[in-house]
């Protein structure tokens, strides 16, 4: 089995010379200094989490506000200058890369955040604001923002790859986080998808439409952001188990019983191997799980006894659980650790964080496939994953110089591409599609759905300028007539 | 203030005499006697639950499965003739009426549910299968579909119409509940939007852009829709308030507090009066929350506790609860009547059962501004709504034959919709535009948003074949270039 060939030929860089001075004139008149074509700014923003190779645009724009954007975007639709949207640079696909140069447009500098509107639950942001910075802004409101990848992600680019991290079990992911968004389209017309209001049946959802879009139908000027109440108290438990199907089976008899779990996080033998070298926490070595109960103390602990008295039915090899901040935050160490755990598995490789989502039911089975291509190729990969979710992670950790070990991961990777989409699953959970993972996109969704996805972009997108040759471009499939 | 017109006129009737008499022949052949051309099964499907004129298709077919649909959009694509899905007809705001004529796919025979997957808690559904039909065959899982609008829907109409009800606030509303849907779009391709897995990063929301679009973008064949364990115990008050904002202020600050509320339904004093007039319940006339809990019965006991103490706060009139099926079932009848209700508030009167949403934090101003609405035009309408959603309904009660009241009502139905955009909200949370409130979509959207909706149509039903005159045309903005 091999990668499958790229929807189109990635040209080495498209010849926009005269088209590109111009926009650069006129981009640097309006925003003088917040314009730079300097190597090193160019190449911070050709370059994302991923292991892909860096493609840095010609210029790096510094927007302060929607009109700036605005001007940006119309600008570069005139002269058919690809518009690549910025937020911290943590994609793990590659969403970043300028593959046909143009210009990046960073949203670092829109990081005001509104209002917040206690009786509504909901904040207004600009794309710039990370998870982190929105936090610490409601800390004394007693609302929190739940959606938690890894990094300290920018909020726009956290709905711009739909991403989501250990809350979604309970609070959703980015999807369900956007009430509206004001987007900037192609052209630089001004568009609001959708009211303040909560829901709404009026027309189409013009808002999920740009939520994991990766900036490629317009880019994100503010959203207004739901939040949720803090909970009063907090338990966790991590629980060994002998085997990943007893861990995994543990996990779907949980979120079966109805319980409201706040946190169900899983971690392989090997990944929990790697973390208790990397941390020495004292972990028991097995197929782990990681639960989280939050509400009123009362409650929250009636619900951690159901937990282990349901864990027990699975002969778990070892059982901690932790109420102070202090205990859970030693127990989230363990996963909060596991990239870093992973990479130092072997001094001096490089890792590669691959995402798959496969039905919930289907699970254990995955994964256990996952592990013996692993043993097969002979690849080191620790397992993480979401499990109330059916999202996993693969830490691939290898040696980017030796050509086999190359050639082995990307057969990995293939596989677990393909066994996520036979298995009813998707390609991606949360990390997107990028350029790493379009090929595989035609493969899940048949031509059909790229059909489909072509004609969306095609419609708003018809000059192919925002962030081209991620996800779909406008030429990508016959329209529908 | 006056109705917004028509963003184009309603023509009487295409030409489309030689096209229909082909497409009539070619369905004929393929479904014999599953085509109807009667005049009273045309009728039955030209009118749905709206006070709107009806408009009966040219016939109606009653496919059996996904080919023959494929089949009926091919043959109907290929010579431009215009095709309604059609669930139970059960609509709002004239979703149903054929007003260019042409075919009414009726989904009722396409009433098959699949296997329950437990542990993915989903269960694929054909389009005509009613919410009560999928609770039934639910009863022995443990598991149950909790989108509730007043009505048995087909579920490819509570999908089309971007659905909810009482259990939204828990729950979700429709959008939240479809995991993947099969379309047959405008030509006959088959589409699936998404696999079964929770939750994807892959691509655009293919799935989202069905959901709300009101059979304009495709027809729906089958659906992968979420269930949710069965709560262990329930509970259930009925509160009496001296005051609108007192009632809904309680609601505020009930989830502000972060309790798990499962349902919190207001109906306004009027209501009340109707409902105990009509069903003599023994309630205390007073704007009025109905509020449940479910899960564990000692949680649900100290949340309905901690409930009963917030809304101590708002001096309340009278304060019911209730525990077992049947006392529950009699607070939830003061809900159940209140339609019927309001309709006998005068007898030979008509009813129309009109729908709005704003942020949480307006809803007392939007309340107390549509009854002093109603007093100044002299409407008798009785309110109720999902307050934990913002989203509220007029049950406006005229008759029909005095134009007077007809222009009245017609001037409060304007000032309603356009309240709910200028406080932030939407035209309708729940029931959808349908041709009723295409007027007023360019309001709550702007130039822009009917831009990307109309491209969007455009680019998935360039021949405008699919449920023409709702929500958009493809000819109803420019194409972005």
Partial sequence: MTSPAPLQQQSSRQPLTDALETVLAALRTR???????ARPV??????????????PPDAVAFPENADEVAFILSTCHAHRVPVIAFGTGSSCEGHVAALNGGICLDTSRMNAIGPVSPADMTCVVEPGVTRKMLNAHLRDTGLFFPVDPGADASIGGMISTRASGTNAVRYGTMKDHVVSLDVVLADGTRLRTASAARKSSAGYNLTQ??????GTLGVIVSATIRLHPIPEATETALIAFPSSSAAIDCAIAIMGSG?????????????????????????????TLILECAGDPQTVARQMTWIIEIAGDFEPLDVKTAQSPEDRARIWQARHDAWWAAIALRPGAKGIPTDSCVPVSRMAEAIALARSDCAELGVTAPICGHVGDGNFHLCVVFDPDNAQEKANVDELLARLSRRAIALGGTITGEHGIGYGKRGYLVEEYGSAGIRAMAAIKRALDPRDILNPGKIIEASDALPFT
Avoid: C, N, W
């Avoid at 160019?42 to 493609?55: C, K």
């Fill in 259 to 287: 319980l409201p779990i706040a946190r169900i996080e899983y971690l392989d033998d090997v990944q929990i191997a790697a973390v208790e070298a990397y941390s020495k926490l004292g972990l028991t070595i097995g197929d």
């Fill in 42 to 55: 160019r190449e911070q923003h050709g370059q994302d989490a991923s292991y892909l190779p860096p493609h």
């Fill in 209 to 214: 439409m740009f939520v994991g879009a990766e």
């Fill in 31 to 37: 925003l003088g200094e917040r314009l730079s074509t």
